[in-house]
């Protein structure tokens, strides 16, 4: 991948060329007038074409060696492993039951946890009654 860098040359200043090319939301300083939004800028959600292509490439380097890798940190370095597990972790996990689950059994509550993880193909053909 080949990045083409620009050269932009800059602008001269309002005061270097004796104009004032200062905008209606901007202070005489040339900073944001106080209350001005600057604009609607990116979009949530939206990365730019560096952040775009630098995921893709950890992508593309995951699926090619992604789990012999984890496996060859998890024997090396379990401190690593453990960090990279616990930044996927959620820093909060809420909780909620109903009545359904309190009524359960703990058999009854870990088959339904082992139908429902097979069912997302997280661990395919596991055993609930272990």
Not at 2 to 10: N, S
Not at 22 to 50: E, V
Not at 73 to 97: G, H
């Amino acid at each position: 991948m080949q990045h083409d860098l620009v050269a932009i040359p800059q602008a001269k200043s309002a005061k270097a060329n004796g104009t004032s090319a200062l905008s209606a939301n901007r202070d005489g300083h040339g900073r944001f007038q106080t209350g001005n939004i600057g604009g609607p800028g990116r979009p949530k959600g939206s990365r730019n074409k560096l952040g775009e292509d630098f995921v893709a490439a950890i992508y593309q380097d995951w699926t090619e060696h992604g789990a012999a890798v984890l496996a060859q940190v998890r024997e090396t370095s379990p401190t690593a492993y453990l960090r990279i597990i616990a930044a996927l972790c959620p820093l909060r996990l809420d909780i909620r039951t109903d009545d359904q689950l309190g009524a359960m059994t703990a058999a009854e509550l870990r088959q339904e946890i082992f139908r429902d993880m097979e069912e997302l193909g997280l661990i395919p053909g596991a055993d609930p009654r272990r």
